[in-house]
């Protein structure tokens, strides 16, 4: 387990990710990175302004992060051997999922997308095919 130092500042996994015609300020985005933070569940916003320009401001993660959380997964059934299943719990759109000591897996794809995400580092499918194939994975989520 990692120790938090007191003062400590942990960085979030996420940056901010702005499309459109309009421009927020560097403070409008402080309060939309304090959104976030407050509400996890908020995916994003659009801003709208008089003229009818518009923007949308989003959570941006790195490549790979889906994979660090199943690592966390293994981690932790590693660290308590006694933990038997992590129930991711759902939202919306995704039940509740259990992952479990056999498959750490966040989502219960984990192993078909971690397959599909070797597969591209190792040249066989394209960028484009492994979206594909992802988006394919969570449109059908149930």
Known sequence: MNAITPGALRQRPWSLLVTGEFAPTPEVLDEIESVFELNPAIPGLE???????????????????????????EVIFAEQPEIAEIV???QE?????????????????????????DRMQAGEISPGEAIDMLKSLFETDR
């Open 47 to 73: 801003l709208r302004a008089d003229d009818g320009r518009q923007c949308t401001v989003l959570r941006e993660y790195p490549a790979g992060h889906t994979a660090e959380v199943d690592d966390a997964l």
């Open 88 to 90: 991711v719990l759902g």
């Open 93 to 117: 759109a995704r039940p509740a999922h259990v992952a479990t000591r056999e498959a750490p897996f966040w989502h219960r794809d984990g192993k078909a997308i971690a397959e599909i995400s």
